[in-house]
């Protein structure tokens, strides 16, 4: 399928507001909350599951941008990569996680900006691509977040 840059930043968006909006509502307790997660895996909280998808959208933006990646997760797959992320952003408070959520999705939407209209359509990509920047986002939002906290957000 080929995308266009007003569906993918109106997919961008909404989730980023779904997201947003759950955020806002937490409480303090709620940031310290385990997300269900197999015990071989890091035992992330929400505040984890917010770091990680804030990670990965702030890495498909610099993909976008035709930059290179941190020096200190090349080479790593995915589980490595993961890993870093939480043992980086654990000790962290949610303020700073907030901020950066809100940081990253400011410059997701001016690297959106920055590309070309014939650039999201040149070529045939799944119908979740971009994925980083919604699905993997209301992924985490759902199956981590809302799970953790026992509430689901508003839809739509």
Excluded: C
């Excluded at 995308?3 to 997201?19: G, I, P």
């Excluded at 920047?133 to 953790?148: N, Y």
């Amino acid at each position: 399928m080929r995308h266009t840059r007003k569906e993918v930043t109106e997919r961008t968006r909404a989730e980023y507001q779904q997201l947003d909006r759950l955020i806002k509502q937490l409480k303090p307790a709620d940031w310290r909350r385990r997300v269900p997660r197999p015990e071989t895996k890091d035992p992330w909280t929400v505040k984890d599951a917010l770091a990680h998808i804030v990670y990965w959208k702030e890495h498909s933006a610099r993909v976008f941008r035709g930059e290179k990646g941190p020096a200190e997760m090349r080479g790593l797959d995915v589980n490595q990569g993961n890993a870093l992320i939480y043992r980086r952003w654990r000790r962290r408070r949610p303020a700073d996680v907030v901020v950066w959520h809100r940081q990253v999705q400011h410059d997701v939407m001016q690297t959106l900006r920055r590309q070309s209209d014939d650039w999201f359509g040149r070529r045939e990509r799944g119908p979740d691509w971009p994925g980083d920047f919604d699905g993997h986002s209301a992924w985490h939002r759902v199956r981590d977040i809302e799970a953790a906290v026992g509430r689901q957000s508003q839809r739509g």
